[in-house]
């Protein structure tokens, strides 16, 4: 899940390089659950971390925590007033599109984040995660560049700021490399949803060869991040001119996660298209 990638962050910086980090969450009550349910549980279950903790109200509170290399790690919530005036090395935002992307009129959350990493210069890093939550504004785009996500506020407007990575796997029956995207969903033609669900697989764009959801597990070991301008050819060899930024950005899409079910994915396809065919509803 992409919040363990948070607690491991946080792991590595009380344990082998210390750094003071902030986490942004979408609310002061999602702020305060997550500290309870996930870094006190941290704490707890992983002692070379929760040894660190420096003991007492003021060293170990819902919103900061105190370790004994000096680390300070605060979790908070998007507003001006938490968003300002504090210089932190490392910054967290999660479930970035279920938050305000103006705040008070000063700019969006990563924009403002982004500026209290300033002072560490190149060892200052902003780390931004969430799915997609937002429409696309404009609904004549047309894609420029075979990576380019469209066009809407949130994670997708960062992504393209970035050097604009996806996850490719390697055909199990042809060899050749593929994104493993939706609409490769192939199911059934029947008007039995769970049947459809049942026998949902993803076929190949080179070979058509099926793939199922038994092949994900080796296939995402044997995966690999490709920057836009950039192919993966037949001897695993990257070509061509990689998009440029100083944003590493990465778009995982549902096939391919690991806690994603196919036939979660399709069911709730299928069922929302029939609402909306019966409601009209978005």
């Known amino acids: 899940h992409n919040t363990d990638v948070i607690l491991n962050w946080l792991s590595h910086t009380v344990v082998c390089d210390p750094m003071d980090m902030i986490l942004y969450q979408t609310s002061q009550g999602t702020a305060r659950d997550f500290s309870k349910r996930r870094v006190d549980r941290l704490h707890r279950n992983t002692p070379a971390v929760g040894e660190r903790l420096m003991s007492g109200g003021d060293s170990d509170n819902v919103f900061d925590k105190h370790y004994r290399s000096g680390v300070m790690f605060t979790l908070s919530w998007p507003s001006i007033n938490e968003l300002s005036g504090r210089p932190v090395g490392r910054v967290a935002l999660t479930d970035y599109d279920r938050m305000p992307q103006n705040v008070d009129g000063e700019g969006s959350p990563f924009s403002l984040a982004r500026q209290r990493t300033k002072t560490y210069r190149s060892a200052g890093k902003t780390y931004v995660e969430s799915s997609p939550g937002f429409v696309v504004s404009d609904s004549k785009w047309l894609r420029r560049t075979p990576h380019e ?34 609409e490769l969903m192939r199911w059934p033609d029947s008007e039995d949803v769970m049947e459809c669900a049942e026998q949902a697989h993803l076929v190949c764009p080179h070979c058509l060869g099926a793939v199922t959801a038994d092949h994900r597990y080796e296939l995402n070991l044997k995966g690999r991040w490709v920057k836009d301008g950039q192919r993966l050819t037949f ?17 995982l899409k549902g096939p391919a996660a690991a806690f994603a079910k196919w036939s979660d994915l399709v069911s709730r396809y299928l069922l929302a298209e029939q609402e909306f065919a019966r409601t009209g509803s978005q």
């Open 149 to 182: 996500a469209p066009p809407c506020e949130g994670i997708l407007s960062l992504f393209n700021q970035g050097d604009r990575r996806r996850w490719y796997w390697k055909c199990p029956h042809c060899r050749h490399w593929f994104e493993p995207a939706f």
């Open 235 to 251: 001897d695993d060899k990257l070509e061509g001119p990689a998009f440029r930024s100083d944003i590493a950005s990465f778009w």
